[in-house]
């Protein structure tokens, strides 16, 4: 079966320091995986997405997230955090399953950016 | 740039009553979605349309029904809701046609619709 994991429910920095949101997924065949962005009271917003080109794939806002086929990871980066990036993280794996191509949502990362 | 328009923000029913949720896009896209937010767990989605005059059920299709009305709107209707159905809903639409998962799909998703049922 396919699944994602998003390893921390919150996430809490410090203004100006690196910011990393975990991912892991599991997945029977090559999958595509997406990072989406939630603000508060606001609709899902795409981030980055990957789909078997370059491993490492930068997104809008100064986000980034590696691909790693060994550690079945596709973790979220930004090296310097901002007041604005407070949000919910969601990944999401898209992949075959017995029954065709099936879309997975992660449970969700809440990133706390303080001052 | 309105994209995909979300109608009631909040609501609250009781038990055993009805309600339609209304969705519009203006991108022209071909498939519009159903999913409900809940803690804990993600997005699931409900209902979908890959194109005007066809739907689908998602993972958890019920006690819910859609209508995709044209090629802009996709309603979800509770016929009879129950205090599971609590969640915040969204409704997403994407350029191409079919499932949520298909080829290089990618979602624009709503600004939610919060509904407790009471």
């Known amino acids: 079966a396919q699944s994602v994991t998003q390893l921390d429910s919150h996430v809490s920095v410090s203004e100006g320091t690196p910011v990393l949101l975990r991912c892991n997924y599991s997945s029977s065949y090559s999958p595509s995986l997406f990072w989406y962005v939630q603000h508060p009271n606001k609709g899902l917003q795409l981030l980055l997405k990957y789909t078997s080109a370059a491993t490492l794939v930068k997104g809008i806002n100064g986000f980034e997230a590696e691909f790693k086929k060994s550690e079945t990871s596709f973790h979220l980066t930004k090296p310097s955090a901002h007041m604005s990036d407070a949000a919910e993280y969601f990944c999401?794996?898209?992949?075959?399953?017995?029954?065709?191509?099936?879309?997975?949502f992660g449970t969700g990362t809440q990133l706390k950016v303080e001052l | 740039n309105a994209g995909v328009t979300q109608t009631p923000k909040f609501q609250v029913l009781k038990t055993g009553q009805s309600m339609t949720l209304q969705c519009a896009q203006d991108m022209n896209h071909n498939s519009m979605y159903w999913y409900r937010q809940d803690p804990g767990m993600g997005l699931r989605l409900i209902y979908y349309?890959?194109?005007?005059?066809?739907?689908d059920k998602g993972e958890v299709p019920n006690g819910y029904n859609v209508s995709r009305l044209n090629k802009r709107e996709f309603s979800l209707r509770l016929e009879s809701a129950a205090p599971s159905q609590t969640s915040v809903y969204f409704c997403?639409?994407?350029?191409?046609?079919?499932?949520?998962?298909?080829?290089?799909?990618?979602?624009?998703f709503g600004a939610g619709s919060r509904l407790t049922v009471l």
């Open positions: 997403a639409s994407s350029e191409i046609s079919g499932e949520p998962s298909s080829g290089a799909n990618v979602l624009t």
């Open positions: 349309s890959a194109s005007e005059g066809t739907t």
């Open positions: 999401v794996v898209r992949g075959l399953t017995g029954g065709g191509n099936k879309l997975t």
